[in-house]
């Protein structure tokens, strides 16, 4: 596959809705030909992932909101116009905190994220019975959820 030329406008870009959360594929995986992807995030209050870890690295940066992170043992409370970067293997869990949701920009190198999402939509319905299935998931895709 060749790299192109790729415009979203608001509005534009796949979305899909995991665990209460709602994401739209800004630069999907394959647009980079695996090198990296970007996704959108809307976080309504109290949601987010448990503690996790990853081998890709991850970057964010708060468009609307607050999001309350804990990356690699630090606390930090993450507003409009604030960038988190966590290398590849940090710890790291986030929750939406504002009474308004969150938005905030997600970006992954390599691409790895999109593929969780996706069968995270496809297998967990019903929450909290479906919960069961994350780690299994997670295992799949090299997440790894941390005891709290």
């Known amino acids: 596959m060749s790299k192109k030329v790729l415009v979203v406008k608001p509005g534009e870009g796949e979305q899909i809705?995991?665990?209460?959360?709602?994401?739209r594929f800004l630069c999907a995986a394959g647009a980079t030909e695996n090198a990296w992807s970007m996704?959108?995030?809307?976080?309504?209050?109290?949601?987010?992932?448990?503690?996790?870890?990853?081998?890709?690295?991850?970057a964010y940066y708060v468009i609307e909101?607050?999001?309350?992170?804990?990356v690699g043992g630090r606390v930090e409370l993450v507003k409009r116009g604030d960038f988190i970067y966590a290398p590849g293997g940090t710890a790291?869990?986030?929750?939406?905190?504002?009474?308004?949701?969150?938005?905030?920009?997600?970006?992954?190198?390599?691409?790895?994220?999109?593929?969780?999402?996706r069968e995270l939509e496809r297998e967990v319905k019903e929450m909290p019975r479906d919960l069961a299935k994350v780690p299994a998931i997670g295992e799949r895709h090299q997440v790894r959820f941390l005891r709290t």
């Open 39 to 58: 996704m959108e995030a809307v976080l309504p209050k109290d949601s987010g992932p448990p503690p996790h870890e990853h081998p890709w690295d991850e």
């Open 92 to 117: 790291h869990a986030f929750k939406g905190v504002s009474e308004q949701p969150a938005r905030m920009l997600i970006f992954d190198a390599p691409a790895h994220a999109e593929s969780f999402f």
């Open 65 to 70: 909101g607050e999001v309350r992170f804990d």
């Open 17 to 23: 809705k995991v665990m209460g959360a709602s994401l």
